[in-house]
């Protein structure tokens, strides 16, 4: 069953235009939180100007279809980087964030790691679909990865986000669409498409297990994951290359591998910055209490005079 929810209604004469479409969003939200449980596809309106950028996540992640997903992350870009978005929510309001992104299993077949098909080393045209396909795959979570933090991390009571958090996550949803968008039509110049072959979502483990903790997410998703890649793709370039496949090569070597490199910087720039902000505290409750202990030191020897 899919449920078209940019035609709910709603409508109120009494406020204004922006507040309305506000509130649509927000019962668009919450319906979702309240139907995927269930097992139903759920179609979101876009983002819009009246969404905050943890709204317009939240919709992104709710999104099924990949192509959609797509969609849906350059036109919050957009519409962000224009100013007429705001980081958060009026107000403080909640907002309810899925605990896994929405995926169409018509478009991709899910497996377990262990069934997940062999890559190979790119000798053979399959082996070179294969490891585009899963690159490809990589790429779309990637997407939801980035969106996450925003929506998980952006609202959150604890966290006293400047905006350039926001910029720099924005920045790598938008890589992370545009690698997607590349490697799949590259994977259709190879005589395939993304679907083709199962894959598995084990990247989306690690965002389960670091989902309570802004600075777990950045320590295992930015200083591991993304590190890890970068470790590997250069092999992977070069099995491409070795095998005549320049133009994979090129894609991966020219545009992801840069790319890829700031984002591992971004995370590290905001994990040293969470570092910053705690110990800048620590020593503030520090300097406080020892203030506090000599006041009532002095009060003591006063009494004792």
Same mark, same amino acid.
């Given at each position: ?33 309240? *139907? ?75 497996? *377990? ?119 590997? *793709? ?72």
């Amino acid at each position: 069953l899919v449920i078209p929810i940019q035609h709910l209604p709603c409508t109120c004469p009494l406020l204004p235009c922006s507040q309305t479409q506000a509130i649509r969003a927000r019962i668009e939200i919450a319906t979702v939180a309240l *139907l995927c449980p269930e097992g139903l596809s759920v179609v979101m309106s876009p983002p819009t100007s009246s969404d905050s950028l943890v709204e317009a996540a939240v919709k992104i992640l709710n999104t099924a279809d990949p192509w959609l997903k797509a969609e849906y992350t350059n036109l919050a870009v957009e519409l962000w980087r224009s100013g007429t978005m705001q980081p958060r929510p009026a107000h403080g309001q909640a907002v309810p964030v899925p605990d896994r992104p929405a995926r169409s299993d018509d478009k991709v077949k899910v497996v *377990l790691p262990k069934d997940a098909p062999r890559r190979g080393k790119g000798g053979s045209l399959a082996s070179r679909q294969a490891i585009i396909h899963s690159l490809c795959h990589i790429e779309n979570w990637a997407v939801d990865l980035s969106w996450d933090v925003i929506a998980r991390f952006g609202n959150h009571p604890d966290y006293d986000l400047p905006r350039e958090f926001y910029d720099d996550f924005v920045m790598v949803a938008e890589d992370e669409c545009r690698h997607f968008l590349m490697l799949e039509e590259r994977l259709k110049g190879l005589g395939s498409y993304y679907g083709a072959l199962p894959a598995h979502d084990g990247l989306w483990e690690s965002a389960t297990d670091t989902a309570g903790s802004l600075p777990a997410r950045l320590a295992v998703e930015s200083c591991v994951h993304e590190a890890r890649g970068l470790d590997v *793709l250069p092999a992977t370039i070069a099995r491409f290359r070795n095998n005549g496949d320049e133009e994979s090569a090129l894609l991966l070597e020219g545009v992801v591998y840069p790319e890829e490199v700031n984002h591992c910087k971004a995370g590290v720039r905001w994990f040293k910055y969470l570092y910053q902000v705690a110990h800048a505290a620590a020593g503030t409750t520090a300097a406080a209490a020892g203030n506090t202990a000599a006041a009532a030191g002095n009060t003591a020897a006063a009494a004792g005079n």
